[in-house]
């Protein structure tokens, strides 16, 4: 039996279509509407979820507009978890150079996946905890043991969107992947601060938020956090986590604040 309900959370504006499968896997999935890769069926055991990280003015040739963080607004402490976590050995990721949009350079893309990775490392005192794992032609987010980064289009009004399939005995991840919009403009900025000119997403910043979701982080509805649900042309401020963000990881984690 397919049963399709159509949430939407007034409190995060955060929209998804859940879906559960009742079969004999027991599965059951919340899934962005147009993937359907996730609609293959999962092992005994194994969820998915996926995220979806939508520009802060969604209209047509537009990137959002950035806004410059407000007296206290990345010290709040708002966080909410999901039921996952990365298990002590760590993560290998790989990046599809292919699909890397023009105007970047793969090696550029991957010191900007890397950064976004760095200001996650807190989590654990193993130094190789994000591992880069180098290249991989995967073209689509799958459950095929590899937790790839890559580009392809995707409906307009999202940014990006995350995919985390884990274990619900272990709560462990079993595999993660995160795909970008290749229909947006896409920079790696040398800029500092909170908001560049660049009119254009800055892949540091939003693979941060991403990756936030990889580690077993909600959505928040508190725009100067890094989790916070919107992104924005020419936005920076995601690049570094709010104290929110930091509790949150830390309550997953165990971990000291940095």
């Not at 289009?153 to 940014?159: D, E, H, S, T, Y």
Request: aromatic share 10%.
């Amino acid at each position: 039996m397919l049963i399709a309900v159509m949430a939407c959370c007034a409190l995060t504006l955060s929209c998804y279509v859940l879906v559960s499968y009742a079969q004999s896997l027991g599965s059951e999935r919340a899934i962005a509407a147009d993937d359907d890769p996730l609609l293959h069926p999962l092992p005994p055991g194994i969820r998915v979820r996926a995220f979806i990280h939508t520009p802060r003015v969604v209209q047509p040739n537009h990137t959002g507009i950035c806004k410059e963080t407000v007296p206290g607004g990345d010290e709040l402490e708002w966080y909410d978890v999901a039921p996952w976590r990365i298990g002590p050995s760590g993560i290998t990721w790989k990046l599809n150079e292919s699909t890397v949009p023009a105007g970047i350079s793969a090696s550029q893309a991957r010191s900007a996946i890397d950064d976004a990775f760095s200001a996650w490392s807190f989590i654990s005192p193993n130094p190789d905890f994000f591992f880069d794992g180098g290249k991989t032609t995967i073209k689509t987010a799958k459950l095929d043991g590899t937790n790839a980064i890559l580009w392809k289009k995707l409906r307009a009004g999202i940014l990006g969107e995350t995919y985390v399939w884990y274990d619900t005995v272990t709560g462990l991840v079993v595999e993660a992947d995160s795909v970008f919009n290749s229909a947006h403009p896409w920079v790696v900025s040398n800029a500092s601060g909170d908001c560049s000119d660049f009119d254009a997403y800055d892949l540091q910043n939003i693979a941060t938020h991403e990756l936030g979701h990889w580690i077993g982080l909600e959505h928040v509805f508190a725009e100067d956090l890094t989790m916070f649900l919107f992104g924005a042309g020419g936005e920076l401020k995601k690049r570094s986590l709010g104290v929110g963000d930091v509790l949150g990881a830390c309550f997953i984690y165990g971990c000291d604040m940095p």
